[in-house]
């Protein structure tokens, strides 16, 4: 059964081939879907494959570890896996209402599958290496689709998200490179061990590399900047899947490396952790209160919600690295759909500058309803999913007595419903300032559909991991104590020990 | 020659940093080539060198007879140059649209998309 783990780096690569080549004309965008709906079935086997049989490895090429290249899922990856077909899906479905056939022929559709195999590649690898490659395919994926259009405001963006994102390519690059001068390997699952017998001093100065070089990727504090500068820019349909996806492969990379291979020196680096987990939640919700953009507004609190998930594997005990996992989970979900929503809101009031638009709740309940679903889960009200992520998240840290991080957890949660609340008096509750009345009737039918349904899916999501937390905690907490406990991890990549 | 190769990675690692701190965004982009290309030397120089020792396996052995050079960082490095190469390009190509379009390359005057007073 190992060829599974292959399918969802090849299924995307594949779609993105056949996109590119009939990219002029309708073709192209059904491809698009169709190729997200095969990698949602082969992501859902590969998950039923690992709750039933543990962590799966497979050797590329025929070389056995730790020389060749590793695909490796446990229930981390293949649930990541998962939830990034399904926003693949959603967003291809409302890509199909937002971009215009120039941007298709122009490779639109080829550059977003380019994009998703980078991410379920860089979630399913099992070598540093190829983590890397992935990542690149990944970036130079999102290049293309941030500048798509070439707007000034794009092009001013674009400049910034790419230096910042070089700097932190070139930083995870040395990286490698002295942990595999210090380890001669850079097989995951290898490093756990190999790094048990370095110069540990030496061992935390390349951790500390790790950190920067992911923490950019993740959009941490202080090296978050390049984020709110950029994701207002491109299309609605681009920045939802960039809003999704893109920080929290740096947050996965994050998690896997801080507990299976820099797990020496916890201490150190997971005080720093620590730290920058309570500085990004507060620093980005302080940011997205200073916003008028719905946009930025929500850009920011990307950066505020990331805090949360470094939390969790900073306090790296059980219970909170479950809460880690299960807000990655919800997050994801969540996050793509507000930037969907603001799509359909900038499209029928003219805008997302709060100041500019207004009516939506009178003339479109509908979109009004499906904002209010993830804009509470994001601020964590009960009973939707982010309050269980926060609830878990706030009790772990309550265990280990962290009163201060507990509280400010707590007062950044009050603050996402400040910013929520000036999203909704703004687009929803105020009259237009124009007298329009802005209604989703104005959108021509298909266009309606594919914009509606993806918002209306994802909100569902919310809604049911809300509802029935219970499966989703259970799932979490076993994927807590891979995480914990890597050895089953281990032995599936490199066979038991002798 | 490995404190020599680790003398010229910190040279331009340093070079770089110093590029880097400047405010034009061909300064920066030039300081970002020198660090990648220190980044790749340091991983040539992590594998060890063995000089003059072809890693060839003699026709019918498993393995090669003595010491030889390490094959693995010269893939690792060899794929760095080609990804950094295409990056280094597409930044290139951003920076020169930058420039026609928004007329500097001053990081402090590009504000297009963060705008100083949000009307």
């Known amino acids: 059964m190992s060829w599974i783990l292959a399918l969802p780096i090849a299924i995307p690569f594949a779609t993105a081939v056949l996109a590119f080549l009939l990219r002029h004309g309708p073709v192209g965008r059904l491809i698009s879907i169709g190729g997200a709906a095969l990698l949602l079935g082969a992501t859902l086997v590969l998950l039923t494959e690992v709750v039933e049989h543990g962590v799966i490895a497979a050797q590329m090429g025929g070389w056995s570890a730790p020389f060749g290249i590793t695909l490796v899922a446990d229930r981390l990856s293949a649930a990541m896996a998962l939830i990034t077909a399904i926003i693949a899906l959603t967003v291809s479905v409302f890509a199909m209402g937002e971009i215009g056939e120039e941007a298709e022929s122009l490779g639109y559709h080829a550059l977003f599958q380019v994009l998703i195999a980078g991410v379920t590649g860089a979630f399913l690898t099992g070598d540093l290496f190829n983590l890397y490659v992935w990542f690149e395919v990944m970036l130079i994926a999102s290049f293309g689709l941030l500048v798509m259009g070439g707007s000034p405001a794009q092009i001013d963006g674009g400049v910034k998200y790419v230096a910042l994102n070089l700097i932190s390519t070139v930083m995870f690059l040395t990286g490698i490179g002295i942990l595999y001068g210090m380890t001669g390997t850079l097989n995951l699952a290898d490093l756990a061990s190999a790094t048990d017998t370095v110069d540990q001093g030496l061992l935390t100065v390349v951790a500390m590399m790790f950190m920067v070089a992911f923490g950019v990727k993740a959009a941490v504090f202080p090296l978050f900047f390049w984020l709110p500068a950029s994701y207002h820019t491109p299309a609605f349909a681009t920045s939802a899947v960039f809003a999704g996806l893109l920080t929290k492969v740096g947050v996965y990379a994050l998690i896997r490396m801080f507990t299976l291979v820099f797990d020496n020196d916890q201490a150190f680096t997971h005080t720093i952790l620590l730290w920058v987990a309570a500085l990004t939640m507060v620093v980005g919700v302080l940011g997205a209160a200073a916003q008028s953009d719905m946009r930025r507004i929500l850009s920011f609190h990307i950066v505020s919600q990331i805090g949360y998930m470094v939390m969790g594997l900073a306090l790296m005990t059980p219970l909170a690295l479950i809460g880690a996992v299960f807000y990655l989970l919800h997050h994801i979900v969540v996050k793509a759909n507000l930037f969907l929503i603001a799509g359909v809101a900038d499209r029928i009031t003219g805008g997302t500058e709060l100041s500019r638009i207004g009516g939506l709740y009178a003339t479109a309940p509908l979109l009004a309803l499906l904002f209010l679903i993830p804009a509470f889960s994001l601020a964590g009200f009960p009973p939707l999913s982010g309050f269980w992520a926060k609830y878990i998240l706030v009790r772990a840290a309550l265990e280990v007595e962290a009163w201060v991080l507990a509280a400010v957890a707590l007062a950044v949660g009050l603050l996402t419903i400040y910013s929520m609340t000036k999203i909704w008096a703004g687009a929803f509750w105020s009259p237009h300032p124009d007298g329009r009345d802005p209604s989703l009737a104005q959108l021509a039918p298909a266009t309606r559909a594919a914009s509606v349904w993806p918002i209306a899916t994802l909100a569902v999501v919310t809604v049911l991991i809300g509802l029935f937390p219970q499966p989703f905690y259970a799932f979490s907490e076993a994927a807590a104590a891979d995480l914990l406990d890597p050895t089953a991890y281990i032995t599936a990549v490199l066979g038991a020990p002798t | ?119």
């Not at chain 2, 290309?37 to 393995?63: C, H, K, Q, W, Y």
């Open chain 2, 1 to 119: 020659m490995e404190s020599l190769l680790a003398i010229v990675v910190g040279i331009l690692a340093a070079s770089a940093v110093y590029l880097m701190m400047a405010r034009s965004m061909m300064r920066f982009l030039f300081g970002l080539m020198l660090l990648s290309n220190a980044a790749n030397l340091s991983i040539f120089v992590a594998g060890r060198l063995t000089e003059g020792a072809a890693p060839l396996i003699e026709d019918g052995a498993e393995a090669p007879a003595g010491a030889v050079a390490n094959a693995l960082p010269q893939a690792l490095v060899l794929t760095a140059i080609v990804i950094g190469f295409g990056l280094f390009a597409f930044a290139l190509v951003l920076v020169w649209r930058a420039w026609t379009i928004l007329g500097t390359l001053e990081a402090d005057d590009m504000r297009i998309a963060e705008p100083k007073d949000p009307a």
